[in-house]
């Protein structure tokens, strides 16, 4: 039965959970909660610098159309301004946009724009601005890596006046509005969109509350300073108006020790990543306070290959998932900071399927047997198992330049877990062009990446055989193709009842954990440290923080 067309309206909070769906975007996570913050103190003062030290940076790229980098929205978002604010229970609220409606068949979607806006370099925004970057994000010369993969089926923008365009697909989109939310759809000022790919790497220019007319510096950072004009903020701020910070100063300090001894030493006021060994000394330090949001979407995971190489035999795939004690090594390694992973899915996202769980549990005598069933019964001089004359071996490339929250650690404890079932799984650390050549010519046997996304679409991009990375840059690391999961992820973004749709994802992931598809590794918990001067920090839905609210005290 056709669904009836659905308004929202300027700074309400309509739920669209009869009508429309928005894409199961995330809520309260299974275990009590997705964030632990807490509530600011005080009234906002005006004014003053927040320094900001970030365990990392988006690479070379800062530019979250282009970049296939999650952090890319933290650093853009200060700029960018979205045409919708997602709220963490699913609720949307205006931003540049003061209203929407839905056609019934989903593939419609009509927007009334804001009149008063304008980009920081004078501008005016409007309906050809809104065409400008959607048309810029699917155009094959940007290179998209990610935002592009969110309007996979974006046919076109009809600008009908001003403030008002229609954005259409070819197929049904349940997950846009959530996607339109986040800074990686975020508006950026249409003459920029020119200027060709490395420009806007290192500078963008949008509607935002903070400008950053020095850009960015990869592996230093980047410096806002506050849109003194800035008067048209997401509908569920906290306020109205300019941002109550003069500037941000952000510095990528990758080493978790200096970047903790940073702020104890009062050197930046709030850190990205506490170490996960200094989180309790730091919540019992006076003067200190630690905020943590539960990230929806992928885990940090690893991802077989299933199409070529020793994990192309699910028994072996199951093996080393059963065989390796990973919730062990996890608690052992973040003291709790980071909970062990039993799915695909981070316990934060809606629609995730608890009952899956019991597909990941530790059986290390089931392991061995599964490797022996699978034919790796022999052994050579040093251990590892043998087959028809041939060591398991187990090649997992890895970014160490890019590592963070000890994720090195951790790869060489899985090493050493993996040779007690008699595997000689091989660290190879190498370049970001080494990476894509791996990528792309199927060199590796296990790839790993975190892929947090407030909806679980990301199942979708991380598992849909669409997304197997070949000519062009994919997802999909496990090189997982199964025309039954497809199909469901395509049925979900058709589905526009939220109990349906959360079982056709729990059916997706269910089947992908038959298949052994993924190896679970840990929740990502995003844990800011911050002097007690800083407050007003919020966490959007992704799980990073927000800092248009937030305000320092002296």
């Known amino acids: 039965m056709p669904q009836p067309t659905v308004r929202v309206r300027r700074r309400s909070r309509a739920v669209l959970l009869a009508a429309v769906s928005i894409g199961l975007v995330a809520s309260a996570c ?30 070379a790229c800062v530019d979250p159309h282009q970049s296939p980098a999650d952090i890319a929205g933290f650093y853009a978002r ?63 010369a940007t290179k998209s890596q990610l935002a592009a993969n969110t309007i996979a089926t974006y046919t076109g923008t009809t600008v009908k006046d001003p403030t008002h365009v229609n954005v259409t697909f070819s197929e049904p989109n349940s997950a ?84 903790y001894g940073a702020l104890t030493s009062n050197q930046v006021d709030a850190i990205a990543s506490v170490p996960p060994v200094n989180v309790s000394q730091l919540k019992d330090t006076p003067g200190f306070t630690v905020d943590t949001a539960q990230a929806p979407g992928g885990n940090y995971n690893y991802y077989p290959n299933t199409e070529a190489g020793v994990f192309s035999d699910v028994r072996v795939r199951e093996a ?116 894509y050549k791996a990528l792309y010519t199927n060199g590796y046997d296990v790839l790993d990446i975190s892929w947090q996304r407030a909806s679980p679409d990301a199942l979708r991009t991380l598992s849909d055989s669409s997304n197997i990375p070949r000519d062009s840059f994919g997802t999909n690391f496990a090189r997982y193709s199964n025309p039954a999961v497809d199909a469901e992820l395509k049925a979900a973004l058709a589905e526009t009842d939220l109990a349906e749709q959360s079982a056709i994802y729990g059916r997706a992931q269910q089947q992908i954990a038959d298949d052994a598809a993924v190896f679970p590794v840990y929740v990502f918990n995003y844990a800011l440290g911050r002097n007690n001067n800083v407050q007003g920090v919020k966490f959007e839905p992704q799980a990073f923080p927000t800092f248009y609210d937030a305000w320092v005290t002296q």
């Open 30 to 59: 299974s275990s009590g909660g997705r964030s632990d913050s807490a509530t600011a103190t005080g009234d906002p003062v005006d004014g003053g610098t927040l320094r900001f030290a970030s365990a990392s940076g988006p690479g």
């Open 78 to 140: 200060p700029i960018l301004d979205s045409l919708v604010a997602l709220n963490a229970d699913g609720t949307l609220d205006p931003w540049l946009a003061t209203e929407w409606t839905v056609s019934p068949d989903q593939l419609t979607y009509s927007f009334t724009l804001r009149d008063d806006v304008t980009f920081s370099n004078g501008e005016k925004f409007d309906g050809n601005a809104v065409k400008a970057n959607l048309d810029h994000i699917v155009d094959p």
């Open 176 to 259: 846009f509005l959530p996607s339109l939310a986040t800074a990686y759809l975020g508006i950026e000022a249409p003459s920029t969109l020119t200027k060709g790919p490395d420009a806007l790497c290192t500078t963008i220019v949008g509607t935002g509350p903070f400008i950053s007319e020095g850009g960015y510096t990869p592996n230093q950072g980047i410096e806002y300073t506050r849109n003194e004009d800035y008067n048209w903020g997401p509908g569920n701020a906290e306020h109205t108006g300019k941002a109550h910070l003069a500037a941000i100063s952000i510095q990528e300090i990758p080493e978790d020790s200096s970047r």
């Open 320 to 435: 080393f998932r059963a065989g390796i004690d990973w919730a062990t090594i996890v608690d052992k390694l973040y003291f709790g900071v980071f909970q062990p992973a039993k799915n695909t899915l981070s316990p934060a996202t809606v629609g995730y399927n608890k009952e899956s769980e019991s597909a990941y549990t530790f059986d290390e005598d089931k392991a061995n047997k599964l490797l022996d069933e699978a034919g790796w019964t022999g052994r050579d001089g040093e251990g590892f198992r043998t087959k028809d004359g041939k060591r398991l071996t187990v090649v997992h490339p890895y970014l160490k330049e890019y590592a963070r929250e000890q994720r090195d650690t951790l790869l060489e404890q899985v090493q050493s877990s993996a040779k007690k079932l008699g595997a000689d799984y091989q660290i190879k650390n190498i370049t970001v062009d080494e990476f």
